[in-house]
């Protein structure tokens, strides 16, 4: 995984995320940003994507949401989920960008039983962490 920044207009910088994905296999990502130690965790930093039509090659992640200073130490976690796990993010980030406010008409997919709310998962990842400068 390797990461850079590009200026944007308005002042600071984003972040841009390369990486390759393993051929031949169904794969599924998030991830995670720190902005000065601290997780950025509003909807909008919920990053979720899966390999679909980029199995097997480079792929590029523009983190549009997080903006960051000279100064600014980012931490950047590309974890690999598995699809039950991605199933729950991309649900509950589609449920929460529909009606912004309001109660949710569903739950999420989630992966326990009984009706419980929420996920299990084990996940590997790589992290890199870089000062803009």
């Given at each position: 995984m390797n ?131």
């Amino acid at each position: 995984m390797n990461t850079r920044t590009a200026p944007v207009f308005d002042g600071g910088y984003r972040i841009l995320l390369y990486f390759s994905d393993p051929p031949g296999e169904e794969n599924f990502y998030r991830v995670k940003v720190h902005k000065n130690g601290e997780l950025l965790n509003e909807v909008g930093d919920l990053i979720v994507f899966d390999d679909n039509r980029l199995d097997g090659k480079g792929i590029q992640v523009r983190l549009r949401g997080q903006l960051f200073d000279k100064g600014d130490t980012a931490t950047v976690q590309l974890l690999t989920i598995d699809k039950n796990t991605w199933r729950y993010f991309t649900t509950f980030r589609e449920m929460a960008n529909l009606n912004p406010g309001s109660p949710a008409p569903a739950n999420p997919s989630s992966n326990f039983s009984n009706g419980a709310l929420g996920y299990f998962s084990a996940w590997s990842a790589d992290e890199k962490e870089i000062i803009i400068e």
